[in-house]
């Protein structure tokens, strides 16, 4: 009774951190700020349609519910869904953070949805649209929230303002370095991939390089892509937080399977290494799949995949580990072309998401 007593507490205790409190529980700012954040939304849902997609908000709704215990500000956070082809998200008082379809589709991971997810909500948990409002009208939080909630003639010009701001995310750097920064470390904190931080921001450099762009939203150059790619790599590295593309873009991902009397061992689903099939060998695959998981990176360079001597036999080397070595079971491709498999499969998957700079 006592161990099912503690496990109800637990939950209750997890329950609690998930579940945002009751409109009547928030203090009076918190209240106006969602009641401002409401009116906002009603005149973006005039622009654009809400898209109502159950699993995709079902999906949503999981990743906002793994950051919602690393936020600081019980907000009724939610995540909403709008048609539009632009690349975009972007935040509101009280909470309610939106995607539009267009930006959906760019990202290529849970993780990288995730990652532009924790930089929306940073800015909404600290209130970042309120302060770039108050900055640009000159005055200050409690007058901004007055003006707009007198209703009198400066309120509806203040609320175009703050939508606007909002909408194409034209925050000071300082606030955006404060949203990337502290995204990053939401998202570390709630268990997603580092990295997608930093894919996500690299696949949009990318694309601006194909053709004339104009940023329109959460890539906002307020400061430079460029710049945010690389503060966000100097937080990771001191903080000891090693970046791994390959997770956040689920790729470089090992596989055995038998194949026409043949365990194969392959790489985003192309074969990398063959040997007749039997129990002894799949499990040599295996182990050598459990280790290049490890060892082979989007940031390994070429150079460090090699086949050497060691103890007057031949190895196949991948970093600082051995992945298979001699002798092979008879009819097993040689490590030379294991070698070369993996290069090629290096290089494939580089060609996928081309905009990052693996040996910085």
């Known amino acids: 009774m006592k161990f099912r007593r503690r496990i109800t507490g637990v939950l209750l205790l997890f329950a609690l951190f998930l579940i945002p409190l009751p409109l009547w529980a928030l203090s009076d700012d918190m209240k106006k ?47 909403r869904i709008v048609r539009e082809k632009m690349v975009n998200a972007f935040s509101l008082p009280g909470g309610i953070v939106y995607f539009t379809t267009g930006m959906l589709d760019f990202l290529r991971t849970d993780a990288e949805v995730a990652a532009i997810l924790a930089h929306e ?126 997770k956040a873009l689920n790729l470089l991902r090992p596989s055995v399977e038998s194949r026409e009397g043949k365990t194969v061992l392959l790489l985003d689903g192309e074969p990398v290494w063959s040997l007749p099939e039997s129990t002894e060998n799949r499990g040599i695959a295996v182990e050598a799949a459990e280790k290049i998981d490890g060892l082979l990176q989007m940031e390994t360079a070429p150079y460090e995949i090699q086949v050497i001597t060691f103890d007057g036999k031949n190895a196949l080397r991948v970093g600082p580990s051995i992945v298979a070595r001699e002798p092979l079971p008879g009819g097993a491709e040689s490590l030379e072309s294991f070698r070369e498999s993996l290069v090629r499969s290096l290089g494939e998957a580089r060609n996928k998401h081309p905009g990052a700079k693996y040996l910085r």
Request: zero cysteines.
């Open 33 to 79: 700020e969602i009641a401002l954040g409401e009116k906002v939304a009603a005149d973006v849902e005039k622009q654009w349609e809400r898209v109502a997609d159950p699993a995709l908000s079902a999906r949503l709704s999981m990743l906002l519910g793994r950051f919602l215990p690393h936020l600081s500000r019980p907000l009724p956070y939610e995540v």
């Open 121 to 246: 909500l940073v800015h909404a948990d600290r209130r970042h649209v309120m302060i770039q409002t108050a900055r640009a009208s000159k005055i200050n939080l409690a007058a901004l929230v007055l003006m707009i909630a007198s209703q009198g003639s400066a309120g509806p010009m203040i609320l175009t303002n703050l939508a606007q701001i909002a909408v194409t995310n034209s925050y000071s750097k300082d606030l955006e370095r404060e949203a990337d920064k502290e995204g990053f470390r939401i998202l570390v904190e709630a268990g997603f991939p580092p990295a997608a931080m930093v894919t996500s921001l690299e696949a949009m450099i990318y694309d601006q390089l194909k053709r004339p762009y104009v940023d329109p939203g959460v890539f906002m150059t307020h400061p430079e892509l460029p710049e945010r790619v690389a503060y966000i790599l100097q937080t990771a590295r001191e903080t000891n937080i090693p970046i791994r593309r390959k």
